[in-house]
């Protein structure tokens, strides 16, 4: 089962419908697919599948409610979004938070998380029946987030969760650590010495070496940034392009 | 010192002006101020202002470059944003570990974080300029994020590093300072110029160097490993060291 598909994005009463739209593109971005409209005031016209970019798909599936509870009815967990969380203190959660609790409970059922109003958010009757009430820790000074933006930050967390809970499942299964970047070469240690050695042989006869300050920071660099072997070939090359200009 | 205001966000030849007014509100709203525009097709016009929202500040301060590499010049990191990155395996960083990096070496110095035009990106001889080359972890099948929710994502996760920080700052205050790394300097993007100008100079004197691939690889090489200022100078002195063998 692909968890994703288990979170809803519920906008209630969105005003604009280019908002709609960009909200489409933003969860497909996400891999988020499910779309559902709490009696919008525009419908979804040209605006909205304009800014939807290609996600029109989205906009094309999405559900819409005349009522906020049926929007939630068969959901699990319901998240809701606002700015005004005065009395809300305990059930607060940052979108971090949120998008591991929504792969969590993804498991079990789905999960709904709800954007209120462009201009005046969500009612505190809708945010009663939310379980927890996310916030964007945003500037304290400016917290106009976008509504479509915040769509953005969440389905970008969820989907964030999303792919850890996939790799740590490929690891249990694997039981092996994964492996990144397997058509890269790296020299042996051999191989870093004989460089070692050249520079400093080079660089000594040059006169720029006189103690051993040099190569410590040399092979700290080098280290530090784990040459590939083609990068060891190039720099060996660039000491015996020096050694034949030297000797010419 | 306000880590935030270090980071400058840079964006370049932005074909719509209600992108570069979207941006300024999403920078905005997670505390950024600093916006480097670099040859932007439209002017800051009253779409941008209209979409910035109230985030007109920031566009009134936006700084105007016909160059790229002189928004860039003042900047010790520099993070360029692409979905086109195939050859760039070795450099990719995902949003977190950008937003954490970001913070760390804020402590030193400015740090640029570019996005490229909205259809083709940032162009291959841009993305070399950068140190770390950021891929947001989108839908395989559907990756068109807009621009100013990708400046959104990332300045989304600076903030979210920035007050991870701060936290740690307070407990670090109260129980033990432990900080690291704190007295590292690290080069401008124009010293680095200046060493990979010298180093091809002398190569191609050298014959060494007969086509672009020399330097592609050795950009590839120093921006992986975050060159220090004493490294660069250990470099650049090696560079001397041999132009004054060859004339001897």
């Known amino acids: 089962m692909n968890l ?3 979170i809803q994005i519920v906008l209630v009463e969105t005003s604009h419908s280019g908002n ?5 593109r933003a969860m497909k971005t996400m891999g988020l697919s499910h779309l559902r409209l709490v009696s919008p005031k525009q419908s979804i016209d040209e605006q909205a599948v304009a800014l939807s970019a290609g996600a029109k798909d989205v906009l094309e599936q999405a559900q819409i409610f005349n009522r906020f509870d049926d929007a939630i009815a068969d959901c699990q967990l319901i998240v ?3 700015a005004r969380l005065r009395h809300l203190q ?3 959660i940052e979108p971090r938070a949120c998008g591991e609790l929504a792969m969590q409970r993804a498991k079990q ?6 954007f209120g109003r462009e201009r005046v958010g969500l009612t505190n009757e809708e945010l009663l029946k939310c379980h927890y009430h996310l916030n964007v820790p945003t500037n ?3 917290g106009s987030l976008n509504l479509a933006m915040a769509v953005q930050l969440v389905s970008y967390e969820i989907r964030m969760a999303w792919l850890n809970l996939t790799k740590n499942m490929q690891n249990d299964q694997q039981n092996l650590p994964l492996t990144e970047n397997t058509n890269i070469s790296y020299p042996s240690a051999e191989s870093l010495a004989h460089f070692f050695n050249h520079t400093e042989r080079l660089y000594r006869e040059l006169g720029f070496i006189r103690n051993d300050a040099v190569m410590l920071k040399l092979r700290r660099l080098y280290q530090r940034c784990e040459l590939e072997t083609a990068e060891l070939n190039l720099l060996r090359g660039m000491l015996t392009a020096v050694e034949k200009g030297l000797n010419k």
């Open 4 to 6: 994703l598909k288990q």
């Open 20 to 24: 709609i739209g960009s909200t489409a």
């Open 80 to 82: 809701g979004t606002s």
């Open 90 to 92: 305990s059930s607060l």
């Open 109 to 114: 059922g789905k999960v709904a998380i709800v």
């Open 140 to 142: 304290a000074e400016y």
